[in-house]
């Protein structure tokens, strides 16, 4: 709830065109995510299935589909 839109702010404009930029961002992610939902072993992709979230990758894909038309 508080670290999203901070991840999410502008992301059209600064859009991380390199592999090591966009790993870096989505760790932020990851780590709150452990923080908030702290079950061991449990891999990111099934913590956002529980949360009903969807991956920074993907919103920030459609965010650039969003600002291209």
Same mark, same amino acid.
């Given at each position: 709830m508080? %670290?999203?839109p901070? +991840?999410?702010y502008?992301?059209?404009v600064w859009s991380a065109y390199r592999k090591y930029l966009t790993?870096? %961002?989505?760790? %932020?992610? #990851? #780590?709150? +995510?452990? #923080?908030d939902?702290?079950?061991?072993g449990m891999?990111?992709?099934?913590r956002l299935e529980i949360l009903t979230l969807q991956s920074l990758a993907y919103r920030?894909?459609?965010?650039?589909l969003a600002f291209c038309y």
């Open positions: 508080y %670290v999203r901070i +991840l999410e502008c992301s059209a790993c870096k %961002v989505e760790s %932020v992610e #990851k #780590k709150s +995510l452990q #923080k939902f702290p079950v061991y891999l990111h992709v099934r920030r894909i459609l965010c650039d």
